[in-house]
């Protein structure tokens, strides 16, 4: 089966970055997510959160590694203070989004992970498993990841020499 999926940036285009736009949260999914992403669409506006959706739109196959790419490119150039992208298992995003210079993506299956990975990684993406856990808990992982600060003190130089890392790179895909 041949199908063509957006270029990230075609999809980061269509969805105003680099425009100025500043939201608190990117929101992507691919069509293993889409059904969980628009679920945390509707919870993140009811808790009156600023979200950017990046797509997908529908359960036709896409690539996730384009939604993931949009997503963090969104947070990396200051668009978006956060990014949430849910794919089926959450690791190929994870793993896509931080190939991105100034990314920090952790993939979360539970709030004690969504926790550390704010408070003592200062993550700035989150990703999801959406075949692999329900709304509710996805809900009560985003409702973390938001509500925990970076803790700094000790963890502060940890996350330096993670960013550090970005130094290496001659840009970002």
């Not at 996730?64 to 992208?85: E, F, H, K, T, W």
């Not at 896509?96 to 952790?106: E, L, M």
């Amino acid at each position: 089966m041949d199908r063509t999926t957006p270029s990230a940036a075609a999809i980061g285009a269509s969805a105003g970055v680099g425009t100025g736009d500043t939201w608190r949260v990117a929101l992507g999914a691919d069509h293993g997510g889409v059904a969980m992403k628009d679920a945390l669409l509707a919870f993140l506006r009811e808790r009156g959160v600023g979200v950017h959706d990046v797509g997908t739109y529908s359960t036709d196959a896409v690539d996730y590694p384009d939604y993931a790419l949009a997503v963090a490119r969104a947070v990396a150039s200051g668009a978006a203070a956060l990014g949430i992208m849910v794919d089926g298992a959450g690791i190929g995003s994870c793993m896509t989004a931080n190939k991105v210079a100034g990314v920090r993506a952790a993939m979360c299956y539970d709030v004690t992970t969504a926790a550390n990975a704010r408070e003592h990684n200062n993550a700035n993406v989150l990703t999801l498993g959406g075949t692999l856990i329900g709304v509710r808990l996805a809900q009560e992982i985003v409702r973390t990841f938001l509500d925990t600060p970076f803790g700094g003190g000790r963890h502060a130089p940890r996350v330096a020499k993670i960013d550090a890392l970005d130094a290496g790179r001659h840009g970002s895909p």
